[in-house]
């Protein structure tokens, strides 16, 4: 008679729990800060890592000026341990006691210009039909948004043009204008009441910008310099709307979404410039992670984001 194979032991030893822990040691660098995070105590916490370590057969992480860093191994894991998360998250957040839906709780992130003028009227408009809605919204340059998606902090993002980080699906969204603005007073509005400005004009002007790693940035230098040859800028700064002030109080000329200047422009704080540059338009994006599948909730929000700028495009 034949031997029967024995049935290998599929019991799962690994813990959501415990991965909750490693997630929240690799965002805090220590047990202790992490403990704060999760509501645990230090000696659970580290009881728990150890336990995971002991389980995986490996360290996880390297002990680095008192704080606790990933190795090798814990980078590789780290994407992994976030899917896991993020699916147990949503399950929880889907359905409730007895089988309840809950409302849906979506992260979002947003680069500056998207974040701080088109995301609120949309997340407005969608508590309208969704009432229970909740968002997260996290704003920061194109940068920093491609790569809390790729690292599954952020169920989508919004950026301002392509980006090279890996793991991420992106969906052309709607196209953006881009228009030079200075305040009333300065010379080249003046001058451009006359006559349309040239490209030596514009060379010669003082330039406000985005720090490096912004889109609005990448755009404009990439548009222009191939243009102007130079573009002559004294002054940095970290989001759209202290620039769209320091123009409007005279300190240079600069190149936004024309979504940011449009209410300065109406209350003649800004106007836009007549210039011989080319029509400046970029596409804005959705991007996702590459390995994680929509929930219903997420693909309503998207389609929503699709329908509220549809006819941008």
């Known amino acids: 008679m034949p031997r029967t194979a024995r049935p290998r032991d599929s019991a799962l030893r690994l813990t959501l729990r415990q991965l909750q822990i490693f997630v929240a040691v690799a965002a805090a660098g220590s047990t202790a800060a992490a403990a704060r995070r999760i509501a645990l105590s230090q000696p659970a916490t580290s009881a728990a890592l150890n336990e995971l370590e002991a389980l995986l057969g490996g360290r996880l992480f390297d ?4 704080r606790l860093v990933l190795n090798e191994h814990g980078r590789t894991m780290l994407p992994e341990a976030r899917v896991l998360l993020d699916a147990a998250q949503t399950l929880e957040s889907q359905f409730g006691a007895g089988g309840r839906i809950h409302a849906p709780h979506l992260r979002l ?3 500056t210009t998207i974040g701080n003028y088109l995301i609120p009227p949309l997340v407005a408009a969608y508590r309208r039909v969704q009432p229970g809605a909740r ?3 996290e704003i920061d340059n194109t940068e920093h948004v491609a790569r809390a998606v790729a690292e599954y902090e952020a169920d989508l993002g919004f950026i301002e043009g392509p ?3 890996p793991g991420l699906v992106l969906q052309p969204w709607l196209t ?3 228009v030079v ?3 009333p007073t300065h ?3 003046r001058a451009a009441r006359r006559r349309r400005l040239t490209l030596a004009q514009l060379a010669d002007a003082t330039w406000l910008m985005r720090e490096p790693g912004s889109g609005t940035r990448a755009v404009v230098e990439d548009t222009l310099l191939p243009l102007l040859h130079r573009m002559r800028s004294d002054t940095d700064l970290g989001s759209a709307e202290a620039i769209r002030q320091a123009a409007a109080a005279g300190l240079g000329i600069t190149c936004l979404s024309r979504h940011v200047v449009a209410d300065l422009v109406t209350l003649k704080r800004l106007v836009v410039l007549r210039t011989p540059l080319p029509a400046l338009r970029r596409p804005f994006y959705l991007v996702r992670p590459e390995r994680r599948r929509a929930t219903p909730a997420l693909e309503r929000f998207i389609a929503h984001c699709r329908a509220a ?3 941008r495009k």
């Open 63 to 66: 002990r680095v000026g008192g």
């Open 176 to 178: 953006d204008e881009l």
């Open 309 to 311: 700028y549809r006819a």
């Open 181 to 183: 603005v200075a305040a």
């Open 163 to 165: 980006t090279a980080e």
């Open 109 to 111: 992130a947003a680069s």
């Open 135 to 137: 968002f997260s919204v």
């Open 187 to 189: 010379p080249l509005a």
